[in-house]
T-cell receptor, first 113, second 114 residues
Framework: DTEVTQTPKHLVMGMTNKKSLKCEQH?????MYWYKQKAKKPPELMFV???????INESVPSRFSPECPNSSLLNLHLHALQPEDSALYLC????????????FGNGTRLTVT | AQSVTQLDSHVSVSEGTPVLLRCNYS??????LFWYVQHPNKGLQLLLK??????LVKGINGFEAEFKKSETSFHLTKPSAHMSDAAEYFC????????????FGKGTKLSVKP
């Protein structure tokens, strides 16, 4: 089991739906991340929060909207997604130090129909 | 510019034989290097990390890696493969500094035959 918990594990949504992915960690990490992973590819960075403030947005379309309500929680709000957005969405956390390893959750498998 | 190259997209070994997964990196700075493992439909789990201390790094599940600056390599090894080692392995480099600035290799799929 990982120390980063993601819900739901699976999500199927239509292109007009609004849904949210949730991530929680209690390791005291102050950096949190969203990654997108397509099949047979490495994860791609989407967003980074540092001390609950958005520090990196890797030119992600606005249909993905991150939120960090507190130091333990990270959300990803989804709206008007496209079928090509179907992927495994991974949350991770780390200490803020630049060379600290990331701790990943098990991901949410998203299918957009 | 920083980059990481995993030299094999797929490695197949028999159970009980040694494992070698190769990784070469390029970095303008003193890098930190990691190996992660990903089992099917799971997240990434940290196997080991190198952060400029000992060049031979021991990780979980019997894996280890040796940082060789002269060869710019960080190969992952295990003396004896187990069926449960079958997974995707990612070599990752970070030059440090900017948070989240991880550079992933393309991954190596390890198959273990009984």
């Amino acid at each position: 089991d990982t120390e980063v918990t993601q819900t739901p594990k699976h999500l199927v949504m239509g292109m007009t739906n609004k849904k949210s992915l949730k991530c929680e960690q209690h390791m005291g990490h102050r950096a949190m991340y969203w990654y997108k992973q397509k099949a047979k590819k490495p994860p791609e960075l989407m967003f980074v929060y540092s001390y609950e403030k958005l520090s990196i947005n890797e030119s992600v379309p606005s249909r993905f909207s991150p939120e960090c309500p507190n130091s333990s929680l990270l959300n990803l709000h989804l709206h008007a997604l496209q079928p090509e957005d179907s992927a495994l969405y991974l949350c991770a956390s780390s200490q803020v130090s630049g060379n600290s390893p990331l701790h990943f959750g098990n991901g949410t498998r998203l299918t957009v129909t | 510019a920083q980059s990481v190259t995993q030299l094999d997209s797929h490695v197949s070994v028999s159970e009980g034989t040694p494992v070698l997964l190769r990784c070469n990196y390029s970095s303008s700075y003193s890098p930190s290097l990691f190996w992660y493992v990903q089992h099917p439909n799971k997240g990434l789990q940290l196997l080991l990390k190198y952060t400029s201390a000992a060049t031979l790094v021991k990780g979980i599940n019997g894996f280890e890696a040796e940082f060789k600056k002269s060869e710019t390599s960080f190969h992952l090894t295990k003396p004896s493969a187990h069926m449960s080692d079958a997974a995707e392995y990612f070599c990752v480099v970070t030059p440090g500094g900017s948070q989240g600035n991880l550079i992933f290799g393309k991954g190596t799929k390890l198959s273990v035959k009984p």
